[in-house]
């Protein structure tokens, strides 16, 4: 990950509060797509983003001492979306608006349909759909244009690990886009 | 494939990233949390709260409820005072069953041999000693109290039963005349009053290899009231033997 030199001066120029609003217009909705992306959910994910900034502005002095400050935050974040993901089934549909979701989905207006049929849509969905282990390598991978090694680093796992989910996760995107074409041509 | 994906930045931007979900809103609600952070934890502990209060309230309701339903089926209702009646019955066909047996030990003991070594012990003079002018037979007293001691209330039962109601005296005449006995079947009845017992006894006697002839023998039996001797026998006597008595005891 590139080093972000402009980052380290937060610490040092400003104080506590000034910090606070630097780093969230710079990482507020970075972080609530990153949190997206593992909740499918923006309501979880902005009280996720929240989490994080109230963590961050908590451990200021620790977070002053940090060299690559992207990589922290971003750690802090997928860690509190993984602990939501993991957390009871009650609070995930529930006590959520993923429940009222799941009713919207069944009964898709005429417009819906015609903006799911676009390809962008489709592809999005589709990476979406995908379980969080191929999700995040890939959307670090295409989305933030991250390297194999810095994606390696921010999930604290192998770089070869790294290679075979996206590997496994672009064979999956292939599986699913390919079924859909193969029906969108038959309905055409 | 990888061409697509090398375009979803754009794709998600365009479409399920759309807009912007970090507004000043947020900003505004994040610095709150910040500067009042007790408002969010007296919001948090609100609803375990809630939750540990119902679920207390369901444990009470279902004991209550529980509770109720042991109450009232301590209530005699129809259907229970038909068990208790069973029971009642069960119980009493069990008092039966130990009463029926020990009256048929007894008969086995007295219908069964000549038993030899009870005559032994009643006849032969080596087993008698004189304690205080008083006659003792130590070894025929322990048999005794071996064979009948289960079945009768006390030992002055078993002394009463043997020398005054006829206890023994079948065998020691089969014995003295030859005879053999076998018991070949027994019909014990409950008499009105639920401690006094009849029964008939079919005995078989032969003497010399002769063809087996049968008697029966009726007799009464009572058992204690008492709670602690229940079902022991206090008195024990034949009352008609259809002249079996006077057949073994005649030495023709």
């Known amino acids: 990950m590139a080093k972000e030199n402009t980052e380290n001066n937060h610490f040092t120029k400003n104080n506590q509060d000034e910090w606070l609003e630097i780093i969230m217009s710079e990482y507020g909705e970075r972080l609530n797509r990153l949190a997206f992306s593992y909740l499918k959910d923006w309501g979880l994910a902005q009280d996720v983003v929240q989490e994080v900034f109230v963590t961050c502005y908590n451990q200021y002095n620790k977070a002053s001492e940090v060299h690559y400050f992207k990589p922290w935050i971003y750690r802090i974040t997928i860690n509190r979306c993984k602990d939501m993901l993991k957390s009871s089934f009650l609070k995930r549909y529930y006590f959520n608006n993923n429940l009222l979701k799941h009713f919207i989905n069944k009964d898709l207006s005429p417009e819906m349909r015609l903006v799911l049929k676009n390809e962008k849509e489709k592809l999005s969905q589709t990476v979406l759909s995908l379980p969080v282990k191929y999700r995040e390598v890939i959307i670090f991978f295409y989305y933030e244009e991250m390297t194999i090694t810095e994606i390696a680093e921010l999930l604290a796992i192998n770089e070869n690990t790294v290679k075979t989910r996206l590997k496994r996760g672009r064979i999956l995107v292939k599986k699913i886009l390919g079924g859909s074409e193969l029906y969108g041509r038959t309905i055409e | ?252």
């Open chain 2, 1 to 252: 494939m990888e061409e697509q994906l090398s375009n979803l930045k754009r794709a998600m931007d365009d479409t399920v990233y759309k807009g912007n979900h970090f507004l000043e809103e947020h900003k505004v609600k994040i610095r709150g949390t910040i500067k009042h952070p007790r408002k969010k934890n007296r919001l948090e502990w609100f609803p375990k709260l809630l939750t540990v209060t119902l679920f207390i309230g369901c444990i009470i309701f279902i004991t209550d409820i529980t509770k109720k339903n042991i109450n009232s089926s301590d209530k005699p209702s129809q259907l229970e005072q038909r068990n208790g009646t069973k029971t009642e019955e069960q119980r009493n066909n069990e008092d039966n069953w130990v009463q029926k047996t020990a009256i048929k030990k007894v008969l086995e003991q007295e219908f069964t041999g000549p038993n030899e070594k009870l005559v032994d012990l009643l006849w032969n003079p080596k087993y008698k000693t004189v304690v205080n002018n008083k006659a003792e037979n130590q070894e025929l007293d322990k048999y005794l109290a071996e064979v009948y001691g289960p079945y009768f209330a006390d030992f002055s039962r078993i002394e009463t039963f043997i020398a005054a109601d006829g206890g023994t005296k079948y065998q020691t005449g089969a014995y003295d005349n030859g005879y053999k006995l076998s018991l070949k079947n027994i019909t014990i009845e409950q008499e009105n009053i639920s401690y006094r017992y009849t029964f008939i006894a079919e005995v078989g006697y032969q003497k010399n290899g002769d063809e087996e002839k049968t008697a029966s023998v009726e007799g009464e039996v009572v058992f204690s009231t008492k709670e602690k001797e229940e079902g022991k026998i206090v008195g024990f006597q034949y009352v008609k033997d259809n002249g079996l008595w006077d057949i073994l005891r005649t030495s023709n």
